[in-house]
């Protein structure tokens, strides 16, 4: 097992993003990628990937990437990954050769990936294009577990290859009052992370690390999948959520207090039994001051991105929100939030 991962994601590279590429939405008016399918039609959308795909990122990405201290990368790859060769893609354009290219770019300039298969288990789902981003575990986990096995089998013996996680986004349903909130219901999450772990294992052996995201809930996952019994095996806590308490954000006191709530996370999610990490999290404060002045803002985020490079620092994985914004955003693209960082705060 190497040293600890500092990296970022490649977030809006295979699958599109529409707040890491708004023009390439803008004149449709779509939010998301499936309403994008629909609205341009399957020619103009398969021309759109296509170009932004070999356009977005490239071996020169991987190259800064390693140069600003970074070693390791989180790419998101999508369930239609494998196009035809996989499950029945519909619509949807694969890019498993671009996934070879990565890991390749990865291996010959020292850096490790973890790939993370991009479904949001019990998020919603308004499109009735496809149906498989597991808001319906019954409908979606056999797709799901295909191509966990595949993706595991493919890279099983590549050095690149760091592990896998096997969601990314996850709502789990939790009550709230007398009610249950929306959301995929945490024993069904279990079974699914179960039977992943498994196959994982089944392709690639005991090395390879198998991570879950535990949704914003860990309580769900304590003594889940013990040590003892399992290898390998992480939580990611997500700490790009919004969070439900407000916290007045006026001075570094009030940055402080929000990195001692991340602290709090990491500790609940300790609970579990299994290594932390922390597979997304950003500069950018959870509210905006209309007193605050530009340039006050971005000493605070500078004060709040350097207390959760402390805070993260124990953790076997961090990955900061993105690589590359086609903005520039300030407080979600690591080109320009981490800029001013020495590389030894980073590495």
Not at 306 to 331: D, I, M, N, R, V
């Amino acid at each position: 097992m190497t040293g600890a991962l500092h990296g970022v994601n490649l977030t809006g590279w295979l699958t599109l993003e529409s707040w890491v590429t708004p023009e390439l939405f803008a004149d449709s008016g779509s939010l998301d990628e499936e309403a994008l399918l629909v609205d341009a039609g399957p020619e103009r959308y398969r021309q759109i990937v296509e170009k932004h795909r070999e356009e977005f990122i490239g071996r020169e990405d991987f190259v800064r990437i390693a140069s600003r201290g970074f070693n390791a990368v989180r790419l998101p790859v999508p369930w239609y990954a494998f196009g035809e060769d996989g499950p029945d893609c519909g619509p949807y354009i694969g890019c498993i050769d671009l996934v070879d290219d990565a890991l390749g770019w990865a291996e010959e300039i020292g850096l490790n990936v973890v790939f993370a298969l991009a479904i949001n288990p019990g998020a919603p789902h308004d499109s009735d294009v496809v149906c498989r981003d597991l808001a319906d575990m019954r409908l979606a986990r056999e797709t799901a577990l295909e191509v966990v096995y595949k993706l595991s089998k493919r890279y099983a013996h590549r050095t690149g290859f760091f592990g896998i996680e096997i969601a990314d986004d996850v709502v789990v349903q939790h009550r709230v009052g007398f009610s249950m909130s929306d959301g995929v219901p945490q024993h069904q999450l279990r079974n699914y992370y179960r039977e992943a772990y498994e196959l994982v294992r089944n392709a690639a052996g005991e090395e390879p690390v198998v991570i879950m995201p535990d949704g914003g809930f860990p309580s769900g996952f304590v003594n889940f999948m013990a040590q003892r019994h399992y290898r390998n095996v992480w939580v990611d806590a997500h700490m790009d959520r919004a969070s439900s308490k407000r916290i007045d954000v006026v001075g570094p006191s009030g940055v402080r207090k929000l990195v001692d709530m991340h602290k709090r996370t990491l500790r609940d999610a300790a609970r579990t039994g299994m290594p932390v990490m922390v597979g997304k999290w950003s500069s950018a404060l959870p509210v905006a001051d209309a007193q605050m002045t530009p340039e006050g803002r971005i000493a605070l985020e500078r004060v709040y991105t350097s207390e959760q490079l402390g805070a993260y620092s124990g953790c076997p994985a961090w990955f900061f929100s993105t690589w590359k914004t086609s903005g520039l955003l300030t407080s979600w693209d690591a080109r320009v939030a981490l800029s001013s960082f020495e590389r030894g705060m980073i590495a």
